[in-house]
Every structure is written in C-alpha cells, then in structure tokens.
C-alpha cells in the first residue's frame, strides 16, 4: 500500500459516482484514504470510482443511499463505520439543481433541492459528527457548496437558498465543534468541465461569455477542486476552520449578469 498525507485515515464522500465527487474520492485515496463511494441513481459509475481507488491499493465499499431522507443519511455514515471501524473524513459533495423563474418554482421542486443540498448535508453531517464525538475523535468536513452560496444565481432561487444555508451551517459547526478538534470548511467551485455541465461546453457563444467573466480565462477542472479537498482533509489543515474556500478563476470578483 502507498502512503499518504491520509494514510490511515478513512473518508466518505458523497455523491462520487461522477463529476468533482468522483474526482475528490480517487484524490484522496491517491494520498492513502480508504474510500465510502455513495451514489444515487448512477451504479455503473460507484462502480468506476470504486475500481479506480482499488487499483491504487486502497480499500473501497459502494453505499446507495438517497441524502434527501434522513434514514439514509444515517445507514450510509453506519455502512461506512462498519465497513472500516471508523470514519475521519466528510466530504459532503452530493447536489442537485433545478432551474426556474422564481414566481413558476413548485413545492415539489424546491423540496428537491432542498432536501438534498441542505438537509442531506445537515443530517448526514450530523450522523457522522456523533460517531466521531462517541469515540472522542478529531475530524474534518468539507461540503462542496458553489459560488452561489455568495454570488447570484437569477432563476436558481431554491439553489442558492440551499447553498446560502450550507454557508451558514458550515459557519455556525466551525464554532460549536471546534473544542472538539472536528474542523468544517466549505469549497465553492465555480464553473468546473464536469458532465453536468456539458450543454454549456457545447454552447460556444454562452462559453465565451462566460469564459469573459473569469479573469483567469478558463473553466476550472475537477483536480482544481480535488486538490483542495486533499489539503482541508489533511493534518496540513488542522488549524484552518469557519471557511469559504473559491475555486473560481476570479470569477466571484469579476461576475457581471448577462
């Protein structure tokens, strides 16, 4: 086995069947983590994530679980501890989004979004903090939360309210947990060249206009984010709590509504 800055050290992540929670999931097993998989409705790439972090000689499971229902937010934290005989490490990446005109935004959409951005994020946290606090373990948690915790987002109302929510959630742990060695810190990607952004990849004008906005001229990449999430995961960050980290390429400073 290699080691790592997290040798020894075990880490859930949340949605890493795809996208930048697959990528942080591979990052941190490539620094010696052990890694819980978790998806949703995608198996076919749990599957991926898991094979890739194996072939790197460390351990993995694959948990399906549903983070809109506190049940599973909880079967997921307990599969992991049962398969590893702990968890160190939260990453809680897994969200969803649904564009509207604010005054057409239903009850059952902004549930959706909710419940997985805010409330997933909420209890699953919750469940692990328990764990760590019965054992008397230090801890990290990082949430993959947007720009959009800060920075506008017209007709995405339920998305920010849920990412704002998750600044302020990450703000007020960073206080109550931090006697107990568990740091929380948020990671704000910007635009990042994932699978879910695809429709704009191929739509070269809005690409363009946007690319305008971003003083560093490019779209970030899922080893931008990944990299970071290594770092905050690790004793390197053991004194840094209570805060928004951008991975935007300028772009929260530099933002204009087209």
Known sequence: MSEGKLAGKVA????????IGQGI?????????????NYSGNPKGADTTKQQIESLGRKAISVKADLSKVSDCQSLVQSGIE?????????????VEKGSEFVDVTETDYDFVLNV???GVFFTTQAFVKNLLAKNMPGRIINISSVHEDMVFPHFASYC??????????RDL?????????TVNNIAPGAIITPI?????DDKPKLNALLQNIPLGRMGTVDDVSALAAFLASDEAAYV??????????????????
Do not use: C, W
């Open 197 to 201: 952004n695809q429709s704009l990849l």
């Open 174 to 182: 960073a206080v109550e947990l931090g006697p107990k060695n568990i």
């Open 161 to 170: 309210a849920a990412k704002g929510g998750v600044r302020m959630l990450m």
């Open 241 to 258: 709590t209570g805060s928004t980290y951008f991975v935007d390429g300028g772009l929260i400073r530099n933002y204009h509504e087209q």
């Open 83 to 95: 398969a590893f005989g702990k968890l160190d490490i939260l990453i809680n990446n897994a969200g």
């Open 25 to 37: 999931a591979i990052r941190l097993a490539k620094d010696g983590a052990d890694i819980v998989v």
């Open 117 to 119: 951005n805010l409330k």
């Open 12 to 19: 859930l992540v949340t949605g890493s069947s795809s996208g």
